[in-house]
């Protein structure tokens, strides 16, 4: 017990704890990680207030959540790029979390899941990312993106959001029920910020956009004195550590959210690090990140950004992706990224919460529009049926129900589709060798899906003695298919014909002789004076040679009787 105890902690110190190496060459790339976190800091500012204000906990929350959970994830995590903080898709999980059980249930929900993605991290589940399809990813993105914009019409609107579960629902009712004269001046900052940070990229790549285009918003509404609404007062320190008032009695109730938590963490931090190593892996063969690390990092930063009082954190594919585009080298661009938040709320807290919300809408507008890359849904709809149908699936189940419903959905229907094509990909040819000897060859996968129409398309003819069933090229077999193998065999020899096996593979063989296939085939026929001969061969000259060789006379005579 004690001896597998020390194992688990040295497993977890060695693959989860920050090493030395994390800061390899930071003597020479400090600066450029520097500039990094400093543009990373001011693209982060306007969306770690609009994340928290979407989610219902407030700018504080997201603030907090930007700079606790910035820090762990970027000390602990495995990605040297990976910014992490407050995101859309998670505002998207929260929402209506806040709504049925209240603000304070986020922090026990946080706590409950980041425990969750550290269990993930220790039971080694980072790889399972690489098995969730393109077209399952783009199609969530493009779900995620369409409920973040939809979120921001009250906002923008200035107009209390219609109660409901239903992002989209909650949008139609929130538009049908605005008071359109109150409304005007809170949409025209909203399209301010929206045409500004259009005109900025364009200018140049770099401008920090949003930034630019929430001091206009929030001086003109200063200046001007329109009545919108603002963020309001913003702390100016960090809350101290404080778990009281948990809502312990709904931990029953706040499970399922909890896993629904931590199942998107460790989706949207996963793809998020592997996009960030592929952008600057800058052409390596090898990945430089460690999946299970990056899971442990999250776990702990949604635990610490929990007891500070902030939201669910995941790694941020957006912010990541500037991070990488500023040159940042190693993850002490991620820590200058938090401490330039930090700096916020202490010396700049009083300046924020003078920010209009609808200002903050029109970021999150922007954002919602950026993070769907048109030629990527393009390639996605026009590379085939199948790949259409999980795009689209997915991202209408993201609106219509939740997130962890899509990708479920879209992982079921891309294994159907991936059945499908190996069934319809798998072939069986029957070959005359010579007079009465034929072969039966069988390519591709001999599944449950696959096996039925294989063996009904077998037409073996009825001059035939003997049929060489030939498997080298079966690349996956399962227990049905071995089962429907071994009764397609007794009905050939119910026949009267001999048949022989001719290239098993090795990993196979212990499958079909446990379902009887090997025994089926090796049964001796029962002539007077036979012995039990061997009908498996490796080479298909040595089965055509034995089928010559077997006394047709007797074969016709087991023909007969078997008839």
């Known amino acids: 017990m004690i001896g597998t105890v020390a194992k688990t902690l040295q497993s977890v110190r060695r693959t989860c704890l920050p090493r030395r190496s994390d800061y390899a060459g930071l003597t020479r790339t400090w600066r450029g990680d520097l500039i990094a976190g400093l543009t990373v800091g001011i693209v982060a500012l306007p969306l770690a207030l609009g994340f928290g204000v979407t989610s219902g906990l407030g700018a504080a929350a997201g603030l907090v959540t930007a700079v606790i959970a910035g820090v762990l994830a970027a000390v602990f995590g495995g990605s040297r790029f990976q910014v992490s903080g407050p995101t859309g898709a998670m505002t998207v999980v929260l929402v209506p979390i806040v709504a049925k059980f209240g603000t304070s249930a986020v922090i026990l929900v946080g706590l409950l899941a980041g425990l969750m993605v550290i269990a993930m991290a220790l039971t080694h589940w980072g790889k399972l990312v690489a098995y969730i399809p393109w077209p399952v990813v783009e199609g969530f993105t493009l779900g995620i993106a369409t409920i973040i914009f939809l979120q921001q019409l009250p906002s923008a609107l200035n107009s209390p959001a219609y109660k409901t579960d239903n992002t989209f629902w909650m949008a139609v009712q929130t538009a049908v029920h605005a008071n359109w004269s109150a409304a005007l001046p809170a949409l025209g900052v909203t399209v301010l910020v929206v045409v500004v940070m259009m005109i900025s990229s364009r200018l140049h790549a770099r401008l920090p956009g949003s930034l630019i285009a929430v001091v206009l918003a929030t001086v003109l509404v200063a200046v001007s004195d329109l009545d919108v609404s603002l963020i309001g007062v913003l702390p100016d320190s960090l809350p101290a550590p404080n778990l009281s008032g948990l809502p312990i009695a709904d931990v029953a109730s706040l499970v399922g959210p909890a896993l629904a938590v931590a199942v998107l963490c460790a989706i949207e931090s996963l793809l998020s690090a592997r996009v960030a190593d592929q952008m600057g892996g800058k052409g390596a063969t090898e990945s430089t990140w460690d999946p299970d690390r990056e899971l442990f990092g999250q776990g702990l930063a949604t635990v610490g950004s929990a007891i500070f009082g902030g939201m669910p954190a995941t790694g941020a594919i957006a912010r990541t992706a500037v991070n990488v585009r500023a040159g940042a080298q190693t993850r002490f661009a991620s820590?200058?990224?938090?401490?330039?938040?930090?700096?916020?709320?202490?010396?700049?807290?009083?300046?924020?919460?003078?920010?209009?919300?609808?200002?903050?809408?029109?970021?999150?507008?922007?954002?919602?529009?950026?993070?769907?890359?048109?030629?990527?849904?393009?390639?996605?709809?026009?590379?085939?049926?199948?790949?259409?149908?999980?795009?689209?699936?997915?991202?209408?189940?993201?609106?219509?129900?939740?997130?962890?419903?899509?990708?479920?959905?879209?992982?079921?229907?891309?294994?159907?589709?991936?059945?499908?094509?190996?069934?319809?990909?798998?072939?069986?040819?029957?070959?005359?060798?010579?007079?009465?000897?034929?072969?039966?060859?069988?390519?591709?996968?001999?599944?449950?899906?696959?096996?039925?129409?294989?063996?009904?398309?077998?037409?073996?003819?009825?001059?035939?003695?003997?049929?060489?069933?030939?498997?080298?090229?079966?690349?996956?077999?399962?227990?049905?298919?071995?089962?429907?193998?071994?009764?397609?065999?007794?009905?050939?020899?119910?026949?009267?014909?001999?048949?022989?096996?001719?290239?098993?593979?090795?990993?196979?063989?212990?499958?079909?002789?446990?379902?009887?296939?090997?025994?089926?085939?090796?049964?001796?026929?029962?002539?007077?004076?036979?012995?039990?001969?061997?009908?498996?061969?490796?080479?298909?000259?040595?089965?055509?040679?034995?089928?010559?060789?077997?006394?047709?006379?007797?074969?016709?005579?087991?023909?007969?009787?078997?008839?």
């Open 335 to 563: 820590i200058v990224h938090a401490v330039v938040l930090l700096g916020v709320v202490y010396l700049a807290a009083p300046l924020v919460g003078r920010i209009p919300l609808a200002a903050l809408a029109g970021v999150l507008i922007m954002t919602s529009v950026r993070m769907v890359e048109r030629h990527a849904a393009r390639s996605v709809l026009r590379s085939s049926r199948s790949d259409a149908a999980l795009f689209v699936l997915t991202a209408v189940s993201t609106v219509a129900f939740d997130l962890i419903f899509a990708v479920e959905a879209g992982l079921v229907l891309a294994a159907f589709f991936a059945l499908r094509q190996m069934a319809s990909r798998s072939t069986s040819v029957v070959t005359p060798i010579e007079p009465g000897i034929v072969s039966l060859k069988i390519d591709g996968s001999l599944f449950f899906a696959a096996a039925p129409t294989i063996f009904a398309s077998i037409a073996i003819p009825d001059d035939t003695r003997v049929v060489i069933l030939r498997l080298k090229d079966v690349h996956v077999l399962d227990a049905s298919g071995a089962v429907q193998m071994a009764e397609l065999i007794g009905k050939i020899r119910d026949r009267g014909i001999l048949v022989l096996l001719k290239g098993i593979q090795d990993r196979h063989h212990q499958q079909l002789a446990e379902v009887g296939v090997i025994g089926a085939i090796n049964a001796p026929y029962h002539w007077e004076g036979s012995a039990p001969v061997s009908h498996v061969f490796a080479d298909l000259d040595e089965a055509i040679v034995f089928a010559r060789s077997s006394p047709p006379d007797k074969i016709d005579l087991l023909r007969s009787s078997s008839t």
